[in-house]
């Protein structure tokens, strides 16, 4: 991802989704009242992170059950260790902006 993508979202806390954005899948969670986008794709099984369970800010493969923290990325459990892409998100007027890597 190299530009900022614009979405239209309304989630309450503990609720996320996947959308495709610009070529990209993305999971954006709601959590304490703050959004947070990552890679929607699990670094191990190559399956989408959104049909897995959130449990508090930790996503749950449902292939292999690696887990996730959707606020940095970071895998705390699971068959891998490797992390998976995590975005700066700002929110303004219904819509959050997901900025591109640095």
Known sequence: MNTPIQIQ???SDGE???VEA??????????????YATSDICSHGR???SKGKLRGRHIICPLHGARFDVTSGQCLAGPTQQPIASYKVTFESGAITILPPL
């Open 22 to 35: 610009s070529g990209e899948r993305l999971l954006i969670a709601k959590i304490a009242g703050q959004y």
């Open 16 to 18: 996320h989704l996947g």
């Open 47 to 49: 399956v989408l992170l």
């Open 9 to 11: 979202v309304d989630l």
